[in-house]
């Protein structure tokens, strides 16, 4: 069972990381959501903070709230993107905020439920 979860967790998590931001970009970006698509693909090298880690990745350990580019502050600033920036800035601000809303669930969403 254990097993099981684990690959579905992974899937989750890799499928909103690099499929979802798809629906993202040609739902609200569609004149440009090719453009908007590479661009929140791009937003993953926000995980290179995660190098600054020891270990690298530990699967007991959020993300957000850790990793400096994870931190609270910087989702606030992410939010505040979406909110007041426009065009390619936004789908930037956007594809952060969806970022830490992945990290976020993949944590404490799967934490839930093998609790459970």
């Not at 739902?27 to 693909?41: C, D, N, Q, S, V």
């Not at 789908?91 to 976020?104: P, Q, S």
Request: charged share 15%; proline share 4%; net charge neutral.
């Amino acid at each position: 069972m254990m097993e099981y979860l684990y690959w579905l967790r992974s899937s989750v998590h890799y499928f909103l990381h690099f499929v979802f931001p798809f629906f993202l970009a040609i739902t609200f970006f569609k004149p440009f959501w090719r453009k908007a698509y590479l661009i929140m693909i791009a937003t993953m090298l926000v995980d290179l903070d995660h190098l600054l880690a020891n270990p690298v990745f530990d699967p007991d350990r959020s993300s957000v709230g850790f990793h400096i580019l994870h931190s609270y502050p910087m989702v606030a600033v992410y939010f505040l993107g979406v909110v007041f920036l426009k065009g390619v800035y936004r789908v930037f601000a956007v594809g952060l905020l969806f970022h830490m809303f992945t990290d976020f669930q993949d944590y404490h969403l799967w934490k839930l439920i093998q609790d459970f």
